[in-house]
């Protein structure tokens, strides 16, 4: 690829001209170099790719056609400069970005843009450093293209572990940087992501770079920052310890938004309890769900459980352990029975509610000794360590993802059908059992009613559960991806009517979920599109981003969510 060459993407944002398309990326490519662009002009360039190998071009898990949120191009920047220069350059054309950092993004959408034709703003190729692990203050600095992996390698490689865990969610490919700003979960007591983010960079809409929260107030004590590039300079010592600085707190405003490009962030670590045990309880009967999670909600609140635990359905535990075919020769949805008999064949209950313990080993002690007593109020529960499960079991696997150590073993759920793809399904429930038996209730219905199996998991927040359904599909089967869109579609105005909303989605629903979001004739939507064209009036950056479309988009909006 040259500057020089005339370029033909497969598709070009609306009301751009291909004469402008090439000017632009010919400035972009003068500027970071053409080994950091790639155009998208054939199919061949388009592959689903996997996991381990992500690509940027689509969403691999397609559930419409597999090029219907299709980029031009995908675009790395090099650094902050960078990023800077292509928004200017943006903001001449009106050329929408989709900024992604690792673009992994499974079950919400991958790399894709909500807009076709938009650039992809690889923002995790080249901007990948760990820039700071401060040990004292147990906090993090990283730029977007740290994985969790990555920084799980970090700690280890400088012997901070002892001292230090972060936190992972299931899969450890992700980066912390796009996860948090997503509002992501883990699984320790660190679990709510964008809680424990302290401190963002941003490149605005025009340009500019912001620093939020204490990152506002330059650190005068440091002679060093004398003649670096804004981006260079340290931050204000306190920058990732108090996130929240003075006035109005606009952090926010760059979480699953559309208001600009995040550069770096900062992120609190855990100090290392000195003490750690993971366990898990099985729940026999499918309807001791109802009792769990009321047994659940004061333990949680009041802290004995001190992570965000999960209570899993059976069948996600057990396509971890093998697909479909190794269980049945069925292809509708497995009945009540059969559901029991997989349970019993895998020594698990109907639901299974993974947790664990932190600190030293009284204090382990006591709280292990509150759960169990607690859970006890439940006939034929067990209780399990890892080491009394077989080497294979899903708490083994739990019991690293607890403890901050990423891992991929969660991934086979995926191939629960043959060319096994995934979309996620994530409405906010009470923690209380009529509501968590309600939603269940709900979401399995719909679920066979297109012919799928329910599988999915309840993790529990401080005074919430995000139920995750894992709605696994065939991604050559046309006819089912018809009836997955038909299902998201249909979950989301269940739960409407029920008072539920999801906390994340895939990018074909985003203006559904955000049209349930309406209270007072849309005022949430109304404020956040004044925002959005105050603060971005060529409306550059994701356009669509969460249902929030800037005004330039708007008579295509209704054409652009038809699907
Ligand atoms: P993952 O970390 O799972 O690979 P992505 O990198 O795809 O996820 O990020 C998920 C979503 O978060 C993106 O689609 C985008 O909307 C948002 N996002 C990610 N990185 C940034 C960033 N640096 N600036 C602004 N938004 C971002």
């Known amino acids: ?11 070009l944002p609306p009301n751009l001209l291909l004469s402008e398309f090439n000017g632009f990326i010919r400035e972009t490519i003068r500027l970071v170099g053409c080994e950091n662009v790639e155009v998208i002009s054939s199919k061949d360039q388009i592959h689903d790719g996997s996991y381990m190998d992500p690509r940027h071009t689509h969403d691999p898990h397609h559930i419409m056609e597999q090029d219907y949120f299709l980029a031009s191009a995908i675009v790395a920047p090099r650094n902050v400069a960078d990023v800077q220069a292509i928004v200017r350059l943006a903001n001449k054309v009106s050329f929408p970005l989709w900024p992604i950092s690792i673009g ?46 990555d920084l799980h390698d970090y700690l280890v490689s400088n012997n901070l572990r002892d001292k230090l865990w972060l936190d992972v969610p299931d899969l450890g490919g992700g980066s912390v940087l796009g996860n948090a700003t997503e509002r992501g979960v883990g699984y320790t007591p660190y679990g709510d992501h964008w809680m424990m983010h302290s401190g963002m960079e941003v490149v605005l809409p025009n340009g500019e770079l912001l620093r939020t929260g204490m990152g506002a107030l330059p650190d005068p004590r440091r002679p060093e920052t004398m003649g670096l590039k804004p981006e260079d300079q340290p931050w204000n010592k306190t920058a990732q310890l108090f996130p929240y600085g003075f006035g109005p707190y606009i952090d926010g405003l760059f979480s699953q938004s559309n208001m600009g490009i995040v550069t770096k962030l900062g992120m609190w670590l855990m100090p290392n309890p000195g003490g ?28 004995a459980l001190q992570n965000v635990p999960t209570i899993r359905h059976i069948l996600l535990d057990a396509a971890v352990l093998g697909d479909k075919r190794s269980y049945s020769y069925k292809t509708e949805p497995l009945s009540d029975e059969e559901l029991d008999e997989i349970a019993k064949q895998l020594g698990l209950g109907r639901w299974n509610f993974y947790g664990a313990l932190y600190g030293p080993e009284p204090i382990r002690k006591v709280l292990w000794e509150t759960v169990k007593e607690a859970f006890s109020a439940i006939p034929g529960v067990k209780f399990y360590f ?36 995934h979309l996620f399904f994530s409405p906010i429930a009470k923690v209380s059992g009529e509501d968590a038996m309600l939603q269940y209730g709900v979401t399995r219905k719909r679920c066979e009613e297109v012919g799928l199996d329910f599988i999915g998991t309840f993790t529990v927040g401080m005074r919430e559960m995000h139920h995750i359904v894992c709605i696994v599909f065939n991604r050559k ?15 989301i105005d269940d739960c409407a009517a029920n008072g539920w909303g999801e906390y994340r989605t895939h990018l ?17 939507l109304k404020f956040n599109e004044i925002l959005k ?25 209704c054409e652009l969510v038809k699907f």
């Not at 923002?123 to 600095?141: D, I, P, Q, S, T």
């Open 508 to 524: 074909a629903v985003m203006d559904q979920i955000m049209g349930t979001y309406n209270w007072n004739n849309d005022s949430f």
């Open 533 to 557: 064209n105050a603060v971005d009036p060529n409306g550059i950056i994701a356009p669509g981003k969460s249902g929030v479309w800037p005004s330039q988009y708007r008579h295509m909006a």
């Open 104 to 149: 992994r993004n499974s079950g919400y959408g991958g790399a894709a843009p909500r807009v076709s034709g938009s650039i992809v703003l690889n923002m995790g190729k080249n901007m990948n450093r760990v820039l700071e692990v401060n040990v004292e203050g147990a906090y993090c600095l990283v730029e977007p293209g740290v994985t969790f992996h």
């Open 276 to 303: 750690y045990q993971s366990y898990l309880i099985t729940l026999p009967r499918d309807d001791d769900l109802k009792q769990a999670v009321d047994i659940i909600r004061p333990l949680r609140l009041g802290m």
């Open 386 to 421: 890892p080491e009394d499960t077989p080497e294979n079991s899903i708490l083994r696997v739990r019991d690293k993802t607890m403890q901050g150590i990423p891992t991929y073993d969660e991934l086979k759920w995926i191939d629960w059908v043959p060319n096994g793809a």
């Open 1 to 11: 690829m040259s500057e020089t060459m005339e370029f033909r993407p497969m598709v």
């Open 477 to 491: 089967d046309l006819i089912q991806k018809k009836k997955v869109q038909w299902l998201i579609r249909t979950l």
